[in-house]
């Protein structure tokens, strides 16, 4: 289960890899346990071409802020991770 310090990790990542660049691709799983009122299509839609400006975290929950609505949130759960193409996955000693 992430902790607090990986899901603080995964804010950091995006802040120095993603911030200020332009969302190209967005894979949206299509489960309507995670992703409610919006199908997968539409959420795609509306993220590619948006400039991340920020990446914000409160306990366990971490959001982006973009150029322009919507802010895409994320609750890392039981088994949440960020994966940022080309940006090695930090590894936990626990």
Known sequence: MPELPEVEAARRAVE???CGKR???????????????????????????KRVVAA??????????LDTPPFP???FGMTGAVYIKGVSVTKYKR
């Open 16 to 18: 120095e890899h993603c």
């Open 73 to 75: 949130s994320f609750q």
């Open 23 to 49: 969302i190209t691709k967005a894979i949206i799983g299509d489960d309507d346990k995670v992703i409610e009122g919006v199908s997968p299509a539409e959420l795609q839609k509306a993220l590619v071409g």
């Open 56 to 65: 914000h975290r409160k306990g366990k929950n971490m959001w982006l802020e």
